[in-house]
């Protein structure tokens, strides 16, 4: 399925968790794709990106590192359900607004968590998912700055083809 799709997936479910354990494991998940779209990145994806894809997957493991799994199907798993990422800007835009909507439920959890245990998951989860939202920042400032370089070489090419003009 489509990065992006998936990512709408995501921020729906996420923005209908009911309760505090439905929350959690739509997080989680969230960051389980984070974690496979900087993977997927990290080996196809424009060479410019492939440093930074590289980051957003170790942040995204350790946001899913600091909760609990949920008790999930495998094929209940979106990042499992990933077979491609069609546009890397419209991806990362679309996972920059989920990593956003991750920290902001992070942080009702927190305030809401019954124990200092739940409450530490929830702050070490929201600087990862604030790290991860950092690198997909970096990365859409990468292609930009590389679409930007392609514009200006596709500018000063003859529009007969050939040499660019001098």
Same mark, same amino acid.
């Given at each position: 399925?489509? !990065? ?5 997936? /995501? ?20 960051? #389980?794709? #984070? ?28 946001? *899913?590192? !600091? ?11 979106? +990042? ?33 968590? +019954?124990?200092?245990? !739940?409450?530490?998951? *929830? ?27 392609? /514009? ?10 050939? !040499?660019? *003009?001098?």
């Amino acid at each position: 399925m489509d !990065a992006v799709r998936l990512i709408l997936t /995501s921020r729906r479910a996420l923005a209908s968790g009911a309760d505090t354990r439905e929350l959690m494991a739509e997080v989680w998940q969230a960051q #389980a794709l #984070a974690q496979a779209i900087g993977s997927r990145l990290a080996v196809s994806g424009p060479p410019e990106l492939r440093g930074e894809a590289l980051g957003l997957t170790e942040l995204a493991g350790r946001g *899913c590192g !600091a909760l609990d799994p949920p008790e999930l199907d495998l094929g209940d798993l979106r +990042a499992a359900q990933l077979t491609r990422l069609d546009d890397a800007r419209e991806t990362l835009l679309c996972l920059g607004g989920l990593l956003g909507e991750v920290g902001m439920a992070l942080v009702g959890m927190a305030s809401a968590a +019954a124990d200092e245990t !739940a409450y530490w998951q *929830c702050m070490e989860a929201i600087d990862a998912a604030d790290e991860s939202r950092d690198r997909v920042r970096e990365m859409l400032r990468k292609l930009a700055a590389r679409e930007e370089v392609l /514009s200006a070489d596709d500018n000063q090419r003859s529009p007969f083809g050939g !040499a660019p *003009c001098a």
